[in-house]
């Protein structure tokens, strides 16, 4: 099932303007209010604090002179200096005690509480001061201290007649015993804690006036913060959420375009392991490849983070697939959340950093068409650093990235024989664009060769009407509008496409709907028709080349096979083939050919000479290209030949090797201007490589003929494998191409019967059936044999042998050939080329034909059953009723999976000669051949039963889905397939006005 695109890629909605202009008024009035009543508050805040610092300064100094007088009395009652007297003095002059001021604070300001406190605080201090003077001036006569030592104001102070007459030492007793009388204490402490009440009752009224102020202050200083805080986060959690969007379109954008153009599963391997590291970030990271024949897994990267650097730990050889790896390509995807105090799992296999284990760790299969073709897993040190939404945005690039990597296995395939195959691969690479508002806002490089411009800045901005025919405007305007409006889940149609110069190509493009910038565009790709299409072409012609190269014995009929399969490519008027001699510096000719009076014929013999100055620079540099202008004269180092008063107006030349080493070249020339392009050129370049060993070949078979002597340098050089045994099947000799062959060296094999280098199994009466045919004259010339070597190795070998007469005797000369990469080669290709096939027929999804294929089968059968009127040809048109709304509720996973559901019920129901198709988004099209109006109506009725009797689970809800079904048959009054379809969208018109779920039938 494919997976559901990360979140962030689903349709957005903006607020309305309206909306946002009331927010704006409403935010400003409240700020406006907030202000005021702030500056309000504040005013009356400042008038409180006034009023009450005042008295609770007064209280305060109150308490401190209490305090401070006191502390005067006990230290002159204690040491009599007479300082502490004037001490005394002065502090009780300058106490609020006795200080005027404090007498005149306002009693307004007071609570009738604070008021009768105050006066009893006041009485309190004045008994106080006066028990204070009386001790004092007990203590002052008990010393006989004389009136100049003493403050004025104690000498005027009149003990009472029983004091004064007391002797000395009783008036310091008496004043002593004031000091320590429990009543003095009392009175000073009542006068310290009534400063306190009253201190306390300011505190409380401070409290009472001002608390709705600061009330007030508080809640606007937290409304204005709200309002700072809280007012831009929607704005920013906006903008971060666009800035999310455009990173992983972005990331998706650029992987695919780059995913495109690697060559190797290790280069997409890393590619991916990059986009997953700006997507979702991590410290550890593997991507492995699955062998399900072998149950192995082969390492692409396996990077971990050792002291801050990342490294790779890959390894190329095969190893065992693990208990978590297992369970994720059998259960699905893994998230890991361990603590640190948590054990590592047995059921992974640590690597790199072994010594410290991953925290976070996410393993996500990669499946091709349900079939899991490998893992990927991002790990991290740090804890919970995944979540869900990590896991389902990593299954998202693991699905993207499926056909990426099998097709990167497929370059890496093709490209070990010698690169014969990198014009093919070159074309299979697809534009990818981004459509918003009509206009292009992204291409890539391949889409911008494909138009014909340098770079994909110069196509950022283009109208898209700009890059069709006028005349498909109208089709394309439709096309789109029902992509971005939600109609059409995505769709695929062909345009005829202009390119720079102005010249056309038929372009075939595929595009689906997404969310880029908070609003709708359109994803896609682009394929160039002529591309595929020459793509198989290519595919056929190599084939068929393989197969004719194997069974010639001469290099000119090597050259002809090579000459037909250049005509079928590309075609010539003119040919030349010729192969080099290194060690000379010879080239000799092995095919010449021009057209003269319109047939084609051999104009030259076979001849050697020196390279031309043009043919070197083929040998050495590679394939060229010339195309001549009619007023500019032939190329004066071209050799010419054949109709020598017409010079060739194009000719490309490629040249022929073999590892490495130039053998030759190829040349095909045309009378006709511009009538090559570079891809002809690479063409020629994969023509070249591919028959360079055929031709080499084939001409060995010829140098055979020579002497002993000539043969024996043909025998060490040859690049084919050559074995000589006699009619008992002991070999003779062998050469050192055949050494290689088969991994032995000359001295283990000659003597020896040539089952020497045979595996067990394969040597069983081999000796006594070759002894057999020997004798009989019946070994075949041309032969393959699949086989597996002593040493395990297993090879395909195409052997050709000849009879030879030697001094020895007869014996038999065997040319081995190892086919096996070339067989494999063989069979990938055939299979991308079927692939390539089931990809343009068929819809991914369903499993049912596409549109296109549809259209073209049911065009066939139309035209066959108005031909024979006794043959009948009805159709169903089926729609899927409210599929729109099973997409809005649960996802568009779950509509996938209710519309791939509805492709195999239809497989299930209809015959093999039924042809079914996904004709639009949830639009379903079938055509039934010999198949009556009854029939084809009963069908319907059956698919819509099953239909219905579906049930669907997503986000833990169950819901069902059923469809409306048009039938019409073919008849005299149907003239062609587009009134037979027209024909059954009414009948299905009529089944959706009549409730749905139900079969129309049109008659």
Known sequence: MPVKPPHSLGPKRSASPSLMVGFTIWISILLLAAVWLFFVTQRNLALSYESTFNLRRTGSDFQDGLIQLN?????????????????????????PIRHDETRQIPFQEMTSEMRRRWVSTHNLADALVSSDTRIMKLVAESLRLSADQLPAELNTWNLDPNERNLPEAQKREAATRLLTDPAYRDMKSSALASVEVFDNLVHNRRARDLHDAEFNIYMTLGLLG???????VPFILDYRRRRQDEARIKVLITMGERLSGVTSQRGAARLIADSADELI???????????????????????????????????????????????????????????????????TVPFGNKSQ?????????????????????????????????SLHDLEWLASLCAAGLERAKVFEELGQSENRYRGLLGSIIDGVYLIQHEKLTYSNNAMCAMFGYDHPEEMIGKNVYDLCLPREHETMRENIRQRISGEVEMTHYTFTAIRRDGSTFRAEVQGRRIDYGGTPAILGTLKDVEKIQRVERRANVFASLGRKLSGVTTALEAARAVADAADDLFGWDACNINVFDSETGLITGLLYQDLINGVRCDVQSTRSGPVSSFGRKVLTEGPQIVLREPEVPSVSSLNPFGDTDRPSASLIFAPMRENGVPKGYLSFQSYRYHAYDEHDLADLQALADHCSAGIERARLYELLGFNEERFRTVWQRAGNGMRLTDSEGIIKDVNPAFCDLVGMPREQLVGKPFTVY???????????????????????????????????????????????????????????????????????????????????????????????????RLSHEVVAA????????????????????????????????VLSRTGEIIREIIRVTDVAARYGGEEFCIFLTGTDLDGAAELARRLCQDIAAQKFTSEGKTFGITCSIGVQQLDERIGDMTMFLSAADKALYKAKQLGRNRVSVEV
């Open 71 to 95: 502390e005067k009395v006990w230290e002159f009652a204690e040491t009599g200096n007479p300082a502490a007297t004037h001490a005394y003095w002065h502090a009780f002059k300058t106490s």
């Open 226 to 232: 709200a309002v700072a805080i809280f007012l831009p």
């Open 281 to 347: 970030g991590w410290d550890a990271c593997f991507v492995d490849i699955y062998d399900s024949r072998t149950h192995t897994v082969r390492s692409l990267i396996a990077d971990d983070t050792v002291e801050g650097v990342r490294m790779d730990f890959s390894s190329e050889d095969p190893g065992v697939v693990s208990l978590t790896a297992e369970t994720t390509m059998r259960e699905g995807s893994q998230l890991i959340l361990r603590t640190l105090e948590e054990p590592a799992s047995s059921r």
């Open 357 to 389: 284990k991953s925290a976070s760790l996410m393993f996500v299969p990669i499946r091709l068409h349900e079939r899991p073709i490998g893992i990927i897993s991002l790990q991290s040190y740090t804890l919970n650093a995944y979540t869900e939404t």
């Open 758 to 856: 045979y595996a067990e199994e394969y040597t069983t009466n081999a000796i006594s059936r070759y002894a057999d045919r020997f004798a009989a004259g019946k070994i075949p010339e041309v032969f393959e044999r699949d086989m597996t070597l002593w040493n395990g190795r297993k090879a395909i070998f195409e052997v050709t042998s000849t009879f030879m007469t030697t001094s020895e005797g007869a014996m038999i000369l065997g040319v081995f050939r190892d086919r096996t990469t070339e067989k494999k080669l063989e069979m990938d290709l055939k299979r991308y080329a079927s692939d390539l096939e089931r990809f343009a027929t068929t819809d991914t999804l369903t499993g049912l034909y596409n549109r296109r294929h549809f259209l073209e």
């Open 866 to 897: 108005l031909r024979y009127p006794n043959r009948p040809l009805s159709i169903l048109m089926m729609d899927l009723d409210h599929f729109k709304s099973i997409n809005d509720t649960f996802g568009h996973m779950a509509g996938d999976s």
